[in-house]
């Protein structure tokens, strides 16, 4: 099993970059870097890190075909993977729906427009002249000066069972909003109706993660995420784990008129059990364990990591990395 | 080699800092009066101490990137890490680098002290 950990760069970069360095040096294999208007460009953060580490592969967990054109996520990447030596990949999906609405950007035929963002950014990094008439994207003649020296990896970030499966088809490896066995056994099985005889495919379980010995800080660290988890579930995910509609719109509710003490205090047990892995190093171990045995190749450690990042990265290292095959 | 006397004496002298010169004097003070191990473990909470920092004071970016050059090649338990680590907790947690300036040169007295 190898582990990927991801980074939201809204502290300071120097932060960010120590625990890039950290998870290299603990073992990890990749960084993803969110992407979002309001913190830290996910490039440059990316690209600091890089410059501070030498093996681990780093890249936005995800960017999206909204925010930034296809045309400059090849830029970007093309860039990163110069000045990392060749550890670029791409982490790519729809988007955060409240954050672009505030830009008064329209998601627009989201399976499509990062089925067609990967299509332009494969061809560009090829060192194609591109010419594209799609649903989303008019391209005519555009091309990069610098042309990538390998293939670099673009990873879908997918949920729903349209972006699963087109993740199949195009992906070369998927980043599943998840950790629960349902909805991990469900994109399995749709990467795979998209996948058809094209060969392996990397299936990644990008999940919020919270260790520590003491299983209560551990679980109130997550609860934040949970929580906004909850509150933004499409109702499919909803009833595929008896979550009651009407209990993810209270939690909705009291984020809306942030009164984010009461939203937190709403998250149930099942709730974190459905969408975090947290609590002792042994209750994580465990619930990686079972993940391994599903398909899944890599588990990514999303926010919080834990109620105190470093350490909590100790216990990874100490724990976990190198104890599930 | 060691000497606890210095490490006291940095933490002495933390009073009297009035300028950069005084401040980097200090740190050399400090970090002079610890043993390997001992520079090593006080890096790793002075490390632990500024990634917690929630403070409003920014950290310059050449320091900030200085540490993070060490801690790549695994010199922030050197000499001159550990003086640039209370350099850069100094300015964003001075109280929490001078209780754990004064926790390590507790800890040289008791470990130098006869019984």
Request: with cysteine; glycine share 8%.
């Amino acid at each position: 099993m190898r582990f990927g950990v991801e980074f939201v760069p809204r502290e300071d970069f120097w932060k960010i970059a120590s625990y890039g360095i950290m998870a290299e040096k603990f073992g990890f294999d990749s960084i993803w870097v969110t992407h979002h208007f309001n913190n830290q460009d996910v490039y440059i953060i990316l690209t600091t890190i890089a410059n501070y580490t030498e093996r681990i592969l780093l890249g936005p967990g995800v960017t999206n075909p909204y925010l930034y054109n296809p045309v400059l996520n090849a830029s970007a990447l093309l860039s990163l993977d110069r000045v990392s030596g060749g550890r670029a990949m791409l982490g790519i999906g729809a988007g955060d729906r409240a954050t672009l609405n505030c830009l008064g950007i329209e998601m627009k035929s989201p399976v499509s427009a990062v089925e067609e963002s990967i299509t332009i950014i494969r061809r560009l990094l090829a060192g194609e002249t591109v010419s594209f008439d799609g649903e989303i994207f008019k391209i005519q003649g555009a091309t990069l000066n610098i042309k990538a020296n390998r293939d670099i990896p673009i990873y879908v970030g997918a949920q729903g069972p349209k972006m699963l499966e087109m993740a199949g088809r195009v992906g070369d490896g998927v980043l599943v909003n998840a950790s629960h066995k349902r909805d991990l056994e469900y994109a399995v099985k749709q990467i795979k109706k998209g996948r058809g005889n094209r060969g392996e495919i990397d299936v990644s379980a990008f999940t919020c993660f919270s260790v520590d010995f003491d299983p209560i800080k551990a679980r109130r660290a997550a609860e934040p995420i949970v929580a906004f988890i909850v509150a933004g579930s499409p109702k499919a995910v909803l009833e595929r784990h008896d979550i009651s509609q009407e209990d993810s719109e209270t939690i909705r509710k009291f984020l809306e008129r942030r009164k984010f003490k009461k939203a937190f205090e709403s998250v149930t047990d099942q709730m974190m059990d459905c969408f975090s892995i947290y609590g002792t190093p042994a209750d994580c171990l465990q619930r990686i364990e079972e993940i391994s045995k599903l398909g899944v190749s890599q588990v990514v450690l999303g926010s919080p990591i834990g109620p105190n990042k470093k350490r909590s990265l100790e216990i990874v290292r100490d724990e976990i990395i190198g104890k599930v095959p | 080699m060691n000497n606890p006397l210095l490490v006291g004496e940095g933490v002495r002298n933390l009073e009297k800092i009035r300028t950069e010169k005084d401040l980097d004097k200090m740190c050399e003070e400090i970090a002079e009066g610890l043993s390997p191990e001992e520079k090593k473990a006080f890096a790793d909470k002075l490390l632990g101490i500024l990634l917690d920092s929630k403070t409003e004071a920014r950290l310059d970016s050449r320091l900030a990137r200085t540490i993070l050059y060490l801690e790549a090649h695994d010199m922030l338990g050197s000499k001159f890490g550990v003086t640039q680590l209370i350099k850069a907790s100094m300015i964003l947690e001075p109280e929490k680098t001078i209780e754990a300036i004064e926790e390590v040169s507790e800890t040289r007295k008791i470990i130098s002290a006869p019984f």
